[in-house]
């Protein structure tokens, strides 16, 4: 039987107040593309586009959660978490011409009910990058319409949905949605220019702004905050150059996105050195619309790298030997997550609170006699509760943890392949089984409420 997954003893973490949950996106586990008026997205069309995802896998039924959600959602309350982190499908909900689709919002007012009923806590981001593909066909990110396009279907969203969530989150990831969208065409749309990437960075933190104040006017008083992914980069040379790669990675994953959030400017290094000519074009009042303050900022914390210089302006991945790797091939590095923390705290004096939305790990899991035995992913995510639990004792306010993800899912360019998930999924049958990573989450999540006192625990369902 599998051992507890928990933080440190004594930890802020293990108090009710702390939220826990698990996290998902809509087209990784919806399935069901085209039906009740889904139009389509971008990830239909770059999916299934031969050559540009492992096996050629698409979305088109994926966990088939949108058939099964009821069973799901029970799944989500037995392993006794506060919180679920979901994405509403865009192109379920809205019209090309702009109008609400009933049938979309349907299924997630169900859907969102049946957590709520069961005293899950709803946390909601509105874009994990599933663009409608009739917005990409008029220039996508690119275009700066799609900033005001993504805010009306934030305004939509927000009035339907009103009600019933704890927590929106505007778009998940803008720097994988700009760079590996349009920088490096790994995903969806799948262009490749380091000017697109950062026009299309632009436009995306626009559309954050314009959708933090639709959502406050249309759903007032729920906390609104954006997720974005961070890395943690270093070299293992101390060369001034390889130095200097390390901390222009840094630049272009981390603060490409806090900065223009939390200080209202671009690391104008992004364009001097790294990408030189690729100044996105920015007009007047937009940093201001960008900077609006955040309610709370999630955190999706993965890997560490190491760098060095790649002999001109930039930086290149030099691999270490030796060291704990998972399925992605991603280096697992807990001190990463507290260091990324303590130093967006040093640098950002306004940083809002943080939920880490997202943490976890890829195994080549199988199940033998109704058991996964997935000890890394137990031991790999013991080791970043505790590095959270550090940086909260030097001072960062964390106020939850969401780990990616409640179940396996469609992990993008990478399909069926690469298993997230705490729950294993046979794509043959739609089996859903514990892996014993969730057992021992749930039995961590059981224990700390069996601790709380009646008091502490209704709490946990006042809003942060
Ligand atoms: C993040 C994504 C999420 C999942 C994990 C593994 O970048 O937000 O959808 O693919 O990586």
Redesign the pocket.
């Known amino acids: 039987m599998a051992d507890h997954i928990a933080p440190p003893a004594g930890s802020a973490m293990a108090e009710p107040g702390f939220l826990w949950g698990v996290?998902?996106?809509s087209y990784?586990i919806e399935g069901a593309i085209d039906v009740d008026g889904r139009l389509p997205s971008i990830w239909d069309t770059f999916s299934a586009t031969p050559g540009k995802t492992l096996g050629g896998d698409t979305g088109e039924h994926a966990c088939e959660h949108y058939t099964r959600w009821a069973d799901d959602v029970d799944l989500i309350a037995g392993l006794g978490v506060d919180a679920y982190r979901l994405s509403i499908a865009w192109p379920r909900v809205m019209h090309a011409d702009g109008t609400p689709n009933p049938q979309g919002f349907d299924f997630y007012r169900r859907l969102l009910a049946r957590l709520g009923a069961h005293g899950v806590q709803r946390y909601v981001t509105l874009y994990?990058?599933d663009l409608p593909q009739h917005l990409e066909d008029r220039g996508g990110w690119l275009n700066r319409d799609t900033a005001y396009r993504f805010a009306d279907y934030a305004a939509l969203v927000a009035r339907e949905l009103s009600g019933l969530v704890e927590g929106w989150m505007t778009l998940?990831?803008p720097w994988?949605s700009a760079f590996l969208g349009y920088g490096n065409g790994h995903h969806a749309p799948g262009l490749a220019d380091p000017r697109f990437a950062t026009q299309a960075m632009h436009h995306l933190l626009l559309g954050h702004g314009l959708a933090l104040e639709a959502i406050r006017a249309n759903d007032p008083g729920t906390p609104c905050g954006i997720?974005a992914?961070v890395g943690r980069g270093t070299s293992d040379s101390a060369d001034p150059a390889d130095q200097e790669a390390a901390r222009l990675y840094e630049l272009q994953h981390n603060d490409w996105v806090l900065q223009p959030l939390l200080a209202g400017s671009y690391p104008t290094d992004l364009w001097d050195k790294l990408w030189p000519g690729s100044a996105p074009l920015v007009l007047p009042g937009d940093m201001d619309v960008i900077r609006r303050p955040l309610d709370f900022l999630g955190i999706?914390y993965?890997f560490h790298s190491n760098l060095h210089s790649d002999g001109a302006t930039g930086f290149r991945d030099v691999p270490l030997e030796g060291v704990e790797r998972t399925q992605?091939g991603w280096e697992v590095c807990p001190q990463g997550l507290e260091d990324l923390l303590r130093r967006f705290k040093a640098v950002y004096p306004n940083l809002p609170p943080i939920y880490i939305t997202?943490n976890?790990m890829?195994s080549d899991d199988t199940v033998v006699d109704g058991r996964v035995d997935d000890t890394q992913r137990q031991s790999y995510l013991k080791r970043h509760f505790a590095a959270v639990s550090r940086a909260m004792d030097a001072g960062v306010e964390v106020r939850g943890y969401f780990v990616?993800?409640l179940m396996d899912?469609f992990?993008?360019a990478?399909g069926y392949e690469?298993r997230?998930g705490l729950v294993h999924v046979d794509y043959g049958t739609q089996v859903r089984t514990l892996k014993d990573s969730a057992l021992a989450f749930q039995s961590f999540l059981q224990q700390r409420r069996a601790a709380a006192t009646p008091a502490a625990l209704t709490t946990r369902g006042d809003k942060p």
Request: with cysteine.
């Open positions: 996290a998902t996106a990784q994990h990058w998940n990831e994988c997720v992914n999706n993965y992605m997202e976890g890829a990616w993800s899912n992990e993008w990478f690469r997230f």
